[in-house]
T-cell receptor, first 114, second 112 residues
Framework: NAGVTQTPKFQVLKTGQSMTLQCAQD?????MYWYRQDPGMGLRLIYY???????DKGEVPNGYNVSRLNKREFSLRLESAAPSQTSVYFC?????????????FGQGTRLTVV | KQEVTQIPAALSVPEGENLVLNCSFT??????LQWFRQDPGKGLTSLLL?????REQTSGRLNASLDKSSGRSTLYIAASQPGDSATYLC???????????FGRGTSLIVHP
């Protein structure tokens, strides 16, 4: 019973490098989300995808891009990493936005940009 | 914009105490409110989901209530145990934005 799976779990990047964080869910959920969690700031939404084929900006989208590859997968890309992007990144999914449904989270990716 | 506040930010109690964690939100037009638990270095685990039409939900020693009119939810933990030590977060899915907005959490330590 995998739920939401994120890869990688840990990553160290040099400033200016690029990388893609992968997320997949096996619950047939329509909506998927990317959050970042920083000390003292709580979880902040980066991007979300209400349904397959759509993506929208959240609270802190600058420096990131996303792709909803299919219903299962939602990836987050850092084109040119900056130290300010050092954070823990969480992917989540739910049946659908505005449906009052439960959200499920992955285990997170700890990213350090040096 | 929905604002979610959790009080207290940190709490340390002896084992066996009954606890109340608070969550307040500014936009009462919500679809649901969800309580999560997060252990250090781990992801978020869903504890309870309260739909907008519900007043409370219970799971084992946990009880969550929702009062939309006052913009408040409480998480009640009965007979606390050291294994309850974690950060507890609430998230609100509100009308308009639809997306879950989180509070900053309450860090709980239950000592033997």
């Amino acid at each position: 019973n995998a739920g939401v799976t994120q890869t990688p779990k840990f990553q160290v990047l040099k400033t200016g490098q690029s990388m893609t964080l992968q997320c997949a869910q096996d619950m047939n959920h329509n909506s998927m989300y990317w959050y970042r969690q920083d000390p003292g700031m709580g979880l902040r939404l980066i991007y979300y995808s209400a349904s397959e084929g759509t993506t929208d900006k959240g609270e802190v989208p600058n420096g990131y891009n996303v792709s909803r590859l299919n219903k299962r997968e939602f990836s987050l890309r850092l084109e040119s990493a900056a130290p300010s992007q050092t954070s823990v990144y969480f992917c989540a999914s739910s049946k659908g936005i505005g449906q009052g449904s439960e959200a499920f989270f992955g285990q997170g990716t700890r990213l350090t940009v040096v | 914009k929905q604002e979610v506040t959790q009080i207290p930010a940190a709490l340390s109690v002896p084992e066996g105490e009954n606890l109340v964690l608070n969550c307040s939100f500014t936009d009462s037009a919500i679809y649901n409110l969800q309580w999560f638990r997060q252990d250090p270095g781990k992801g978020l685990t869903s504890l309870l989901l309260i739909q907008s039409s519900q007043r409370e939900q219970t799971s084992g020693r946990l009880n969550a209530s929702l009062d939309k009119s006052s913009g408040r939810s409480t998480l009640y933990i009965a007979a606390s145990q050291p294994g309850d030590s974690a950060t507890y977060l609430c998230a609100v899915e509100a009308g308009g934005s639809y997306i879950p907005t989180f509070g900053r959490g309450t860090s709980l330590i239950v000592h033997p």
